[in-house]
Every structure is written in C-alpha cells, then in structure tokens.
C-alpha cells in the first residue's frame, strides 16, 4: 500500500510539473519567472503533490524542450500529414527587427 502511494505522489509531482510548463509557456513567461515558484505553490496548496513539486529555470526549460516539443511536433506532424494543408516550420530562434 505504502508503494502506492509514493508512485501516486511522483505522478502528482509530474503532472504538476507540466501543467505549470504549459502555463508558462502560453502566457509567453520567462523560465526565469519560475525561480521559487515552488515556495509558493507550498503555501497555497499544502497537498501531496506540492510536496515534491520544484521547477526551477532549468527544469522548466528542459521539460518544455525536451518532453514537450517532441510530443507536440509529433502531434502536428501526424496531423498535417492527414490534412489537405502544407505547413512551413521555422525552428529558427533569431527575431529580424528591421528599422527606418
């Protein structure tokens, strides 16, 4: 019983995680904004799974490149591939400003 319930809060933890990359990546927030965001969620919601939830810069970055992206481009693949719809993808980081 007790491995139940430590593998429910891991799964807690990990959903929390990418809910909150999710958040942040929609509302266009630096990675840098989730620096003690940890603290605070402890504060709010002193359940399970805020327990064991910590994100810093550098795991909110790495769960949104490296579990995220991939999840999200294979999904837009398979569907543009089943579309009547070209897409043109530019993974280009660079922003152009032209000035007068």
Known sequence: MNNLVTESK??????AKIIWALHMVLHDQSAASCEGIAH?????FPCIASDSFAMGRTKVAY???EAL????RENMLHAVKLSL????YNEQHKIWLHTN
């Open 69 to 72: 992206h991939p999840f999200f």
């Open 40 to 44: 605070t969620f402890k504060a709010m």
């Open 85 to 88: 719809y070209t897409v043109h």
């Open 10 to 15: 891991k799964d807690a933890s990990i959903k």
């Open 63 to 65: 769960i949104i490149t």
